[in-house]
Each structure stands twice: as C-alpha cells, then as structure tokens.
C-alpha cells in the first residue's frame, strides 16, 4: 500500500484513477476545488472515506503560487503525487492569463510544494497530453511514427495566436517545465508523465448534465443526438484511448520502478468519426434514425485512408512498461453510450 496525493479528483480521468487506486489497496486523499465537489465523491466511495482509506483537501486554485503547500501534508506521509489537475476555462479571452500560466504555474507550483514540504514523496505522475507530442504544422504527416521523442515545437509566438494553440501549447509548456524542473532542482522524486490523445469511455464521476461533458466523449454524444446526421465533423486527430486504460497508466507508472523519468505515449490505435458513428450504430438500434447515412459526407480518414493518409503510432512502451492491454474502440463506445443513457443521452 502506498499513500498517494491524487490531484483534480472530480475530474473525468482522475476519477478512474481514483477507483484504480482503491481497488490497488492504496491510500488516498484527493485535492477538489470546493466542499460540494468533495461531498459528491464521497457518495460513490462511503466505505472507503469511513474506513480512512480516502481522504480530501480543498484547493481552491491550483494557479496559485503555494497553492499546495499545505495539501502535500500528510500524517502518514504520501510517498505518491499523482497530478491530474489541470484548470478549466469556459471563456478563453487572454491564452497567456488563461491557458498559459495556470497550467504552468499549477505544475511547477506541485513540485515546489512536494520538494519543499514532502521529503517522503518519491514518485510524481503527471497527466500530460499528446497535445505535447504532436506537430499540428505537419498536418497528417503519413510515413511519420509518432513516439514519446516527439515534442510539439510550439513557440510562445504560436501559442497566442488562438484559443486552441494555447490549449496545445499549455500542455506543451506544462510538461516541459515538469523536466526543467527535474533536471535543474535534483529533487529526490521520479517524474512520471502519461501522454493521452483523445480519451474516451464511461463517465464515473458526479455529472449533473452532459453539457459539462469532457471534450472528447462530446462527439460520441453528438453522433447519437443526431448532429452528425448530414454531414460528419473531421476527425482532426485520428487516435484515441479508453480512459480506463489511463487511469491504469497513472497507477502502473508509480507502481513500477522503471517507469521513472519516463514519458508514456498512452494511446490504442486509430479511428475516425465515421467508424464511431457506425460502432454506435451497430450497437444501439435506438440511435439508427439520427446517426449519418453511408452517403453522408465527412468524418473519414484522409486520401489514402488509415494506412497512407496518417501517421503511425509507436506504444510498445506503454505496454512492455506500465503494462497495459488496451481496451477494443467498440468496446469503449459502446461502454460510453450506455453510461451517458442515465444522464439524458
């Protein structure tokens, strides 16, 4: 058993993470932005919280400097930091204040705290992203294999230019920091980062709606609403994850000793929003009038199709390392569909 700090605990990804660690046999508290946050959790793990094995510390904003001093304070100690807290903006209107800084700031900010203030912490997982991996200038770059060498050449320039370059770039940025960090502070922990693409799957967490859906299962939803019905959204990007399998990275990549200091390029495989829109369609008879037609237009892979038109993708490491066995798309739509049901889907 360890004692982990679990970052974001409402989060979609961390609330797997969260049921991963439990069921390890781990001890946790979990950082949330408010008590109400802290009180729905509960919920779904009573025996957990009445038996001491989950416990809760409120951050408020995790962009504020020292923002967890305190929370890296633990009577057992923690020996784990897993962080997947990242800070959350409906109204992007300055990328550098909004975007930028608060995910920067948020993990440097945990590392200072962990050095400072959590001699006993060894281990530091951080949820990072394929948003740090990719070059957007390449396009769809077929006869490339992406792998955990790649880093998104963003510059600070880029990254102002629009909403969804300061997105990338603060991903980018964030997890360049965390390796700064390690190489210039030598602190006595590992540094861990999971690096996801799109990540689908069932929703566990409290979800009052499914407007407040995590972006990548939104396009699962909207195929079955029917917003796909003439025309299909481009893919964009053509890889996904079942976030069951990240929530185990996180845990795997504490876990086992030689994941330390190691990037991991968390990813299944392939699709594109036509196969999605089938796989729902092959599954749940219920949404057969909504989704498109075979002569709809959109939503496949470019010329030359999943072999020629797109880059590969190399996650022998994420295997042979952390372990995994990756979840089948159908079987992780499919799981999605039916968790989104009782919430209006």
Known sequence: MTRVLLTGGSGFIAAHTLDVLLKRGHSVVTTVRTQEKADKIKLDHKSEVENGQLGFTIVPD?????????????????????????????????????????????TTGILKSIKKSAPSVKRVVITSSFAAIVNPSKGDWPGHTYTEDDWNPITHEEALQNPANGYRASKTFAEKAAWDFLEKEKPNFAISTVNPPLVFGPIVHALDSLENLNTSNQRIMWAAQGKWKDELAPTGTYLW?????????????????????????????????????????????????????????????????????????????????LGLKYKTFEESIVDSVKSFQPKGL
């Open 241 to 321: 994850v079942d976030v069951r399998n990240v929530a185990e990275a996180h845990v795997a990549a504490f876990e086992k000793p030689e994941a330390a200091n190691k990037r991991f390029f968390v990813v299944a495989g392939h699709f594109s929003n036509r196969e999605l829109a089938d796989t729902i369609g092959k599954n749940f008879a219920e949404y057969k009038d909504k989704l498109p037609t075979k002569s709809a237009p959109g939503g496949d892979y470019p010329e030359g199709g999943r072999e020629k038109g797109v880059y590969e993708i190399d996650n022998n490491r994420s295997i042979s390392v």
């Open 62 to 106: 995790i962009a504020q400097e020292g923002a967890f001093d305190e929370a890296v304070k633990s009577e057992p100690p923690f020996e784990a930091v897993l962080h997947t807290a990242s800070p959350f903006h409906f109204n992007v209107t300055d990328v550098q204040k909004d975007l930028l800084d608060p995910a920067v700031i948020g």
